[in-house]
């Protein structure tokens, strides 16, 4: 974990995250007093001196390597802002990185940071299944550049994915371990462990990175860096925004690491904007409650959805238990059972869409993570675009609803969901 700075302690004693959110990063001084950061609305900065200039260009193009406490200034908001440096520090708080990028949206971290450790006749090793458009990125666009992609089930033991890589004669290829854990929308566990051993393993001269999307449970109740990761990211859009107001991504690490990543993004040009950051800044604030909340509702809707005569199998990581083969990942690995669940009920698509189709309170609508409760059908929406016969393979059958719990009263959200299974 990344030592804090000492604005991270009250009287010797380090502060809770929770707390932290509120001020860590900001000097209310630098900016008229305001207790809230500003929105820095602008594209340039002045600077002091052309010796300045020159060496924030070092920086920010890794001509040089940055000293041991060098920061490098404000230039240009599409390499830093200070909404974006300030929401970049706190962001690190949660998972213990020690550095963070911010993107303008989940695909644009993942896809920056895939190809900022990624050439051609490399291999990147990856969990199934995972979100529509990283499953795209990797099977369809990665391949174009000469990246050669192997999957493994989400709950596939590293030692039978390390024994599928030697006998295809590519382990001596891999790049990097791609996770999504839980998997979206199975909510399938992957070890995140024995997967960062397995890149120990077959590391050799270039080291074999570890990426862990974490959205599903978000910072709260799952830090992949802790078990061994080496970059975790997000789309912010969910649960770190939590508003359904802003389109985001992050990528946290080391600090050696996320220079790289954001060499790439200043490239690629897929930094977020200063609003954006602002608007992270403000949600940041109340993520604890608002994933606290999601995750006790869905506990409840969750053994309602148990007990439905129309529910034929709910995926919820709450009803994991002793002699489950994944229940000993969940209890090393996670904190809390969050706030999604994905059920099947009884029938196919046609019953699904009547479900969803007679919902009042809960709506109908894709993303995740927000205050409001919404549901969606992952076959024909958010998974619409991977190949059919694995969509089945993976579990992801036209029976199955995925709801994203939100902060309503969960007698409501039930009474919601009777009422719409009644149309089942």
């Known amino acids: 974990m990344a030592e804090r700075k000492p604005e991270g302690y009250l009287e010797g004693r380090p502060l809770h995250p929770e707390s932290l959110m509120m001020s860590y990063g900001y000097k209310p001084a630098l900016s008229e007093g305001a207790i809230k950061i500003p929105i820095f609305q602008t594209s340039t900065f002045v600077f002091k001196t052309a010796e300045d200039g020159k060496s924030f260009f070092e920086l920010a193009y890794g001509l040089r390597h940055r000293g041991p406490s060098e920061e490098m200034g404000l230039i240009y908001s599409r390499l830093n802002n ?84 030697r006998r295809q004669g590519l382990a001596d290829k891999l790049a990097m371990i791609y996770i999504e854990t839980p998997a979206n929308p ?23 990175l570890t990426a862990v999307d974490n959205t599903f449970l978000g910072p709260l109740w799952q830090q992949p860096l802790r078990h061994g990761a080496d970059l975790v990211l997000y789309s912010a859009t969910k649960y770190i925004g939590g508003h359904s107001d802003v389109i985001a991504g992050v990528c946290l690490g080391s600090r050696a690491l996320l220079d790289q990543v954001k060499v790439m993004r200043t490239i690629f040009g897929t930094m977020a904007g200063a609003h954006t950051g602002w608007l992270l800044l403000r949600s940041l604030e109340t993520l604890k409650l608002r994933m606290t909340s999601q995750m006790k509702n869905a506990r409840y809707v969750a053994e309602f959805l148990n007990d439905h005569p129309k529910v034929e199998r709910v995926y919820y990581l709450g009803n994991l238990s002793e002699g489950d083969p994944q229940y000993e990942v969940y209890r090393r690995q996670c904190s809390a059972a969050g706030g999604m669940i994905s059920f099947e009920v009884v029938g196919g698509e046609k019953e699904a869409f009547r479900l969803l189709n007679a919902l009042k309170l809960i709506h109908l609508a894709v993303s995740l993570g927000g205050t409001e409760s919404l549901a969606e059908h992952p076959a024909s929406m958010t998974h619409s675009d991977v190949d059919p016969e694995e969509r089945i393979e993976l579990g992801i059958t036209p029976a199955m609803v995925r709801i994203s719990i939100g902060v309503e009263h969960p007698e409501d959200l039930i009474a919601d969901l009777a009422q719409a299974l009644e149309q089942v």
Not at 106 to 134: C, K, N, Q, W
Not at 186 to 208: F, H, M
């Open 82 to 165: 200070p909404d974006l440096e300030v929401l970049e520090d706190r962001l690190t708080l949660w998972d213990g990185a020690e550095s963070a990028a911010t993107f303008a949206s989940g695909m644009a971290a993942i896809s920056t940071t895939l190809l900022a450790f990624v050439r051609p006749g490399d291999v990147v090793l990856h969990s199934e299944p995972v979100y529509g458009g990283t499953d795209f990125l990797l099977k369809h666009v990665l391949p174009q550049f000469g990246v050669r992609v192997v999957g493994f089930h989400a709950g596939t033991p590293a030692e039978a994915a390390e024994t599928q890589l």
């Open 186 to 208: 199975t909510n399938a566990l992957v070890d995140i462990a024995a997967y960062a051993a397995l890149a120990a393993r077959l590391s050799g001269e270039r080291r074999v």
